[in-house]
C-alpha cells in the first residue's frame, strides 16, 4: 500500500520560511517523480515544483520560482520542499504527489500522478 506523508505546515509570517517534508512508504521511491501541488480556499489545486526520478531535474511554477527549492532523499524515501520569503498569497493546503510514468510534457499536470498525501495547511499571514 502506496502512502506519503506529508509534515512541515504551519504558520508564519510574510517573509518567514517553511520545510515541507513527503516521506514516501510502499513504492519504490528512485522510479517515481515527486512533486508538491497546492490549493487555496476557493481555488483550484495548482502545481509548484516537481523533482524527476532519474536525474533530479526539477521544475517550478513562476509564482515560487527563486523562492522555494524542491530536493529529495533517496535513502530515506523522502522529498523536501523549502519555501523562503513565504508571501500571504502562498497559503494554501500543500500535496505531495507521486508519478511512476510521465513524460516532460505532463509535469505541471494533475492527472499524470498516480499517489497522493492528505496535505499540510501552509498560512502565511500579512
Known amino acids: 500500500q502506496v502512502q506519503l506523508a506529508e509534515s512541515g505546515g504551519g504558520l508564519v509570517q510574510a517573509g518567514g520560511s517553511l520545510s515541507l517534508s513527503c516521506v514516501a512508504s510502499?513504492?519504490?521511491?528512485?522510479?517515481?517523480?515527486m512533486a508538491w501541488f497546492r490549493q487555496a480556499p476557493g481555488k483550484e489545486r495548482e502545481f509548484v515544483s516537481v523533482?524527476?526520478?532519474?536525474?533530479?531535474?526539477?521544475l517550478y511554477a513562476d509564482s515560487v520560482k527563486g523562492r522555494f527549492t524542491i530536493s529529495k532523499n533517496n535513502a530515506r524515501n523522502t522529498v523536501v520542499l523549502l519555501m523562503n520569503n513565504l508571501k500571504p498569497e502562498d497559503t494554501a493546503v500543500y500535496y505531495c504527489?507521486?508519478?511512476?510514468?510521465?513524460?516532460?510534457?505532463?509535469?505541471?499536470?494533475?492527472?499524470?500522478?498516480?499517489?497522493w498525501g492528505q496535505g499540510t495547511q501552509v498560512t502565511v499571514s500579512s
Open positions: 523533482i524527476s526520478q532519474r536525474h533530479g531535474s526539477t
Open positions: 510502499g513504492l519504490t521511491f528512485t522510479r517515481y517523480a
Open positions: 504527489a507521486a508519478a511512476g510514468r510521465i513524460i516532460s510534457s505532463q509535469l505541471r499536470s494533475q492527472s499524470a500522478y498516480d499517489y
